[in-house]
Nanobody, 125 residues
Framework: VQLQAFGGGLVQAGGSLRLSCAASGRTFSNYAMGWFRQAPGKERELVAAISRSGSTTSYGDSVKGRFTISRDNAKNTVDLQMNSLKPEDTAVYYC???????????????????WGQGTLVTVSS
């Protein structure tokens, strides 16, 4: 499956941004999806994950209550709505995909087989 992430940009602290990831090549509804991010000098970390049907979601501790992941299997897209952004949210954001099973979400980057190219989010203070 091919993934393309977009929607990044520069935003002030406290603002909002919506990222989207478009998938092609395979049956999208067979794949669990995740958003990860990587800041300079840091490892890639989980932001949010969603099951293949969208019935289950999971979030990294630092974004709980501020970010929301959703998917539209008819449009082959997964979105990340980011509210109350903080400077520490600055990173390159990646969407990932892997074959999903049931309502499971996957929180480890090593569990994902496919990655998009990343989109940069910069939050100014």
């Amino acid at each position: 499956v091919q993934l393309q992430a977009f929607g990044g940009g520069l935003v002030q602290a406290g603002g909002s941004l919506r990222l989207s990831c478009a998938a092609s090549g395979r049956t999208f509804s067979n794949y669990a999806m995740g958003w990860f991010r990587q800041a300079p000098g840091k490892e890639r970390e989980l932001v949010a994950a969603i099951s293949r049907s969208g019935s289950t979601t999971s979030y990294g501790d630092s974004v709980k209550g501020r970010f929301t992941i959703s998917r539209d299997n008819a449009k082959n897209t997964v979105d990340l709505q980011m509210n109350s952004l903080k400077p520490e949210d600055t990173a390159v954001y990646y969407c990932g995909a892997r074959e999903g099973y049931g309502a499971y979400t996957y929180r480890s980057r090593g569990q994902y087989n496919y990655w998009g190219q990343g989109t940069l989010v910069t939050v100014s203070s």
